[in-house]
């Protein structure tokens, strides 16, 4: 059974910086396709990136595009993603997940969902 615990989220003002974490346990990351996701109260989920474990490659939504960055440390097991000049509407809950294929940006092609962590940006 493959588990995921997200870590860093936190109120924040627009403009600042969050690094939120997915520590997996049950399996080595090394080997999967990770994503996050988020969702906005009232809001359907989002995708945010993509990280492939195959070639390291990266995508993401047009929205967070050259703000944020994800990234992966196999040695600790864990995903990242680094969060900068966060804006209001980058508030929801931040959801990481294992990609099991398919259209990246479909939320029902991710299993092993962890319960998420809170990020608000507000002045």
């Known amino acids: 059974q493959v588990h995921m615990v997200e870590s860093g989220g936190g109120l924040v003002q627009p403009g600042d910086s969050l690094r939120l974490s997915c520590a997996a346990s049950?399996?080595?990351?090394?080997?999967?396709?990770m994503g996050w996701f988020r969702q906005a109260p009232g809001k359907e989920r989002e995708f945010v990136a993509l990280n492939g474990w195959k070639n390291d490659n990266t995508f993401y939504a047009d929205s967070v595009k050259g703000r944020f960055t994800i990234s992966r440390d196999n040695a600790k097991n864990t995903v990242y993603l680094q969060m900068n000049s966060l804006k209001p509407e980058d508030t929801a809950v931040y959801r990481c997940a294992v990609f099991t294929g398919g259209r990246y940006y479909d939320a029902d092609r991710y299993d092993y969902w962890g319960q998420g962590t809170q990020v608000t940006v507000s002045s």
């Open positions: 049950g399996r080595t990351v090394s080997s999967l396709s």
